[in-house]
């Protein structure tokens, strides 16, 4: 019986990949500007343009790509994530047209991270109710490193939480070279193994220097404009990114925090309720999303953006302690339950896995 519900959770977990695959996002811009940074490598930007402007509506109507200069321009904002640019590359170079690579790149990420949701859950049937929310989903059918740096920051969170920090530390240093911006996890993580005495001092220096050197030198070798000018592109405006004036003012930067607040507070309320109901159920790792609020809050005021999906990975790893929290009640700490009837629910989602 439990090989049957496993294979019918894989067959569940491929499909699922499989759909994302086959239909992905084709209003998403960032697929485009990966695409010609993987055609880029060897193809001047001349040839490149023409193939990649006329590729889609999305691409026909941007008026920031209207000539070979100016994607030039625009590719060093989306080279600072080496591991996926070459991933991409090399499946590309195996045969595959490189939007098929990219799309082939979060399909199958989505499908690890389906393994790694059981894995960490041991419930069939609350990972697949996981893996169909909204903010898991839509990073499987866009075209970025979204669903690539999920997977990674989710293995090596779960990893840390069960105090393989060699494994775990490795797999969030390595994040970094997939999304710059997973360096505010791992210095936060740092921080709190180093405050519950898990990791020495010395040690978390050494790591926390060689995280921010990663990102200065991912920064340098990709011509990157700098964390002041993307502000400004991204939420002041300009056409071209190197000819963009850096920063942005105070009034425009409480602008774009509340308007953004808006659309990213509803997309985030659900697993705020799964934290605070992973916390109330007492488990014994709600400890573990201090450092996620933290890096997620930390987030939003370096870059207020609206899309969730710069937040996958908090949701997922929030999603998985309270699922570990509901169907294992040696994952409490003893006391009265915070939630009314918690132990029924308990051995009910037992039953259910």
Not at 108 to 113: G, N, R, T
Not at 173 to 191: A, E, F, H, P
């Amino acid at each position: 019986m439990k090989n049957t519900t496993f294979i019918v959770y894989l067959a569940f977990s491929l499909g699922l990949a499989a759909a994302c695959y086959l239909r992905p996002s084709p209003d998403d811009f960032d697929r485009y500007a990966y695409e010609s940074l993987i055609r880029s490598a060897k193809q001047p930007v001349e040839d490149v343009y023409p193939i990649v402007k006329h590729e889609s509506s999305r691409a026909e109507a941007s008026t920031i790509m209207d000539s070979p200069g100016h994607l030039a321009q625009l590719e060093p904002l989306y080279a600072i994530r080496p591991v996926y640019i070459q991933l991409a590359t090399l499946i590309s170079d195996a045969g595959l047209p490189p939007q098929k690579s990219i799309d082939l790149v979060s399909a199958i990420s989505l499908f690890l991270i389906a393994l790694f949701a059981y894995a960490a859950t041991q419930n069939y049937l609350y990972s697949a109710l996981l893996m169909t929310t909204p903010a898991v989903v839509i990073v499987g059918r866009l075209g970025g490193p979204d669903a690539l740096s999920s997977v990674v920051v989710v293995a090596g969170c779960m990893a840390v939480l069960r105090e393989k920090f060699f494994v775990g530390i490795l797999l969030l240093m390595i994040s970094i070279w997939i999304r710059t911006d997973n360096v505010l996890i791992v210095l936060v993580l740092l921080g709190g193994l180093v405050w519950n005495r898990k990791l020495g001092g010395l040690y978390a220096g050494v790591l926390t220097a060689l995280a921010i050197g990663s990102v200065k030198c991912i920064n340098t070798l990709s011509g990157n404009y700098g964390w002041k000018v993307l502000l400004h592109y991204s939420f002041v405006g300009g056409k071209y990114p190197a000819d963009v004036t850096p920063g942005i003012s105070l009034v425009e930067y409480a602008h774009t925090f509340l308007t953004n607040a808006e659309s990213i507070v509803p997309q985030l309320a659900p697993w705020l309720l799964f934290a605070i109901a992973a916390w109330r159920l007492r488990s014994r790792e709600r400890k573990f999303l201090i450092p996620i609020v933290t890096a997620c809050a930390l987030h939003y005021l370096l870059f207020p953006s609206g899309e969730a999906r710069y937040f996958t990975w908090a949701c997922l790893v929030t999603g998985i302690l309270f699922i570990r929290a509901l169907v294992n009640l040696e994952n409490r700490v003893s006391g009265p339950l915070s939630l009314s009837g918690g132990n029924r629910v308990g051995i009910a989602a037992k039953s259910a896995a």
